[in-house]
């Protein structure tokens, strides 16, 4: 299986134009618009968060070594938030479409996460963060589903944006954002640092302490947890 073409769908440079799109076509079908701010809202601050850990890595080394745990995967969280959303909405009115819509998404953005780790772009740990970072969003966003009264060509309109998506994404027509390089900069201009941390070297740091009750002579290594000041 090519798995860019499938990570592709996970881009923000494919999701967040969808979703506003998707917003509108809602809004055409009198959905409120506080409903849809709040959808839009909640996808924003997941992008945020994602943006925020992996900032927060690259200058201090912040993150869960026993986990290999360093941030959210941005693919696996847009994925899962936008995805059963819009396949959702592509099924209509009918209460059994929606949820056969949005089970494929939650299957589709699964299928993102796992293309992230075949890749080599993020461990498990980092793609099942992603997925459970956005699960709240997309049950945010199928709540606003509920109030729609979809318009006659409704199937026309949402067919257009899925296949517009999937043509996009498989096409490989979805533009390269270098967002990790920008990631790794304010990392680096924020804490001071010469250059970014570094995984490898950031997995290998480990403390040794003392087990308690034993000579301090004797000890044991520890994987840190918390965020240090790792060493480049």
Same mark, same amino acid.
């Given at each position: 299986?090519?798995?860019?073409?499938?990570? *592709?769908? %996970?881009?923000?440079?494919?999701?967040?134009?969808?979703?506003?799109?998707?917003?509108?076509?809602?809004?055409?079908?009198?959905?409120?618009?506080?409903?849809?701010?709040?959808?839009?809202?909640?996808?924003?601050?997941?992008?945020?968060?994602?943006?925020?850990?992996?900032?927060?890595?690259?200058?201090?080394?912040? %993150?869960?070594?026993?986990?290999?745990?360093?941030?959210?995967?941005?693919?696996?969280?847009?994925?899962?938030?936008?995805?059963?959303?819009?396949?959702?909405?592509?099924?209509?009115?009918?209460?059994?479409?929606?949820?056969? +819509?949005?089970?494929?998404?939650?299957?589709?953005?699964?299928?993102?996460?796992? *293309?992230?780790?075949?890749?080599?772009?993020?461990?498990?740990?980092?793609?099942?963060?992603?997925?459970?970072?956005?699960?709240?969003?997309?049950?945010?966003?199928?709540?606003?589903?509920?109030?729609?009264?979809?318009?006659?060509?409704?199937?026309?309109?949402?067919?257009?944006?899925?296949?517009?998506?999937?043509?996009?994404?498989?096409?490989?027509?979805?533009?390269?954002?270098?967002?990790?390089?920008?990631?790794?900069?304010? +990392?680096?201009?924020?804490?001071?640092?010469?250059?970014?941390?570094?995984?490898?070297?950031?997995?290998?740091?480990?403390?040794?302490?003392?087990? *308690? %009750?034993?000579?301090?002579?004797?000890?044991?290594?520890?994987?840190?947890?918390?965020?240090?000041?790792?060493?480049?």
């Amino acid at each position: 299986m090519d798995w860019l073409l499938l990570t *592709s769908l %996970g881009s923000a440079a494919l999701v967040w134009p969808l979703a506003l799109a998707l917003g509108l076509v809602l809004a055409a079908e009198r959905v409120s618009l506080a409903r849809l701010a709040r959808w839009w809202a909640a996808l924003a601050l997941a992008s945020l968060a994602v943006a925020a850990t992996k900032v927060l890595f690259y200058g201090w080394g912040t %993150g869960v070594r026993d986990w290999n745990l360093t941030c959210f995967s941005g693919h696996a969280t847009l994925a899962t938030a936008f995805w059963p959303v819009a396949l959702a909405a592509a099924g209509g009115q009918a209460r059994w479409a929606r949820w056969l +819509g949005g089970v494929s998404g939650l299957v589709l953005a699964g299928a993102v996460a796992v *293309s992230r780790v075949e890749l080599q772009a993020h461990p498990v740990s980092e793609a099942l963060a992603g997925v459970l970072l956005g699960l709240p969003v997309a049950v945010l966003g199928l709540r606003t589903l509920q109030e729609r009264q979809p318009l006659r060509r409704h199937p026309v309109l949402l067919a257009g944006v899925v296949g517009a998506a999937f043509l996009a994404g498989l096409g490989r027509w979805v533009p390269y954002v270098p967002s990790e390089q920008w990631f790794q900069r304010a +990392g680096v201009a924020l804490s001071g640092r010469d250059k970014p941390v570094n995984r490898h070297r950031w997995l290998a740091r480990t403390a040794v302490v003392p087990m *308690s %009750g034993q000579d301090p002579a004797a000890r044991v290594p520890r994987i840190q947890w918390s965020a240090r000041l790792a060493q480049p």
